[in-house]
């Protein structure tokens, strides 16, 4: 199947530092990626939409100054967390979609990435 | 607001038994409900459910959606160990966006 890279797999920063996380798609192309949180023992929550040639879709309640999105590419898109404090230590992941049929669309994972904010 | 509710939030059996996960959901312009199985890392995918009525199977795993009643049942046949895990409900509207349940978490015991 389609596969999803993340970068890096685990990261460990001061607080006040910014933090960028690498999403590919390796073998397809993506217009539109997603990133997710996932806090310990909760489900993932949808933080934003990634469009490839124009501006990020936030979700209510993510700040869109501190969470930068950019979709650099049909394959590449970063989330960089600015002046990270520890609340924002946590599971971060990305999907793309892959169209199985012209209506449906498999979502395919990263990895994710685990930040930690000292 | 899209939702998606799963029940149990946790379940713990013993290998060999059978195991049923619910999902219902609230979703404008429904377009798929989907399963994925998530361990140490990120959400592995499972099943994609589109039309009501037709079982979706894999080895010991199936999954069925009701449109009409809202909700998916996922089940697990002569549970192993390894089927621990937290197992992940999700629909898909109108965008290509995921709204995810909270999650049910299964231990099976040996």
């Known amino acids: 199947g389609a596969v999803v890279s993340q970068h890096p797999s685990w990261v460990i920063c001061k607080s006040g530092t910014s933090v960028k996380i690498e999403c590919r798609s390796l073998?397809?192309?993506?217009?539109?990626m997603f990133w997710y949180r996932q806090f310990p023992k909760q489900s993932l929550m949808l933080m934003a939409t990634?469009?490839?040639?124009?501006?990020?879709?936030?979700e209510q309640g993510v700040e869109k100054d501190k969470f930068l999105i950019n979709h650099a590419s049909l394959t590449l898109s970063t989330l960089t967390v600015t002046s990270a404090h520890p609340e924002d230590s946590s599971f971060y992941i990305c999907?793309?979609?892959?169209?199985?049929?012209?209506?449906?669309?498999?979502?395919?994972f990263g990895p994710g990435t685990r930040l930690t904010v000292l | 607001e899209d939702k998606v509710v799963q029940s149990p939030l946790s379940l713990v059996v013993h290998e060999g038994d059978t195991v049923t996960l619910n999902c219902s959901y609230e979703v404008t312009n429904f377009r798929s409900l989907l399963w994925y199985k998530q361990e140490k890392k990120a959400p592995t995918f499972l099943f994609m459910l589109?039309?009501?009525?037709i079982e979706k199977k894999s080895g010991r795993l199936s999954s069925i959606l009701d449109k009409k009643e809202l909700f998916s049942i996922l089940n697990i046949t002569a549970t192993q160990t390894g089927d621990s895990a937290i197992y992940l409900c999700a629909t898909q509207g109108g965008s290509e966006k995921l709204v995810f349940g909270k999650g049910t978490k299964l231990t099976v015991n040996p």
């Open positions: 073998d397809f192309q993506a217009t539109t």
């Open positions: 589109t039309s009501s009525g």
């Open positions: 999907s793309a979609p892959y169209p199985l049929r012209a209506q449906y669309n498999e979502q395919f």
């Open positions: 990634s469009n490839e040639g124009s501006k990020a879709t936030y």
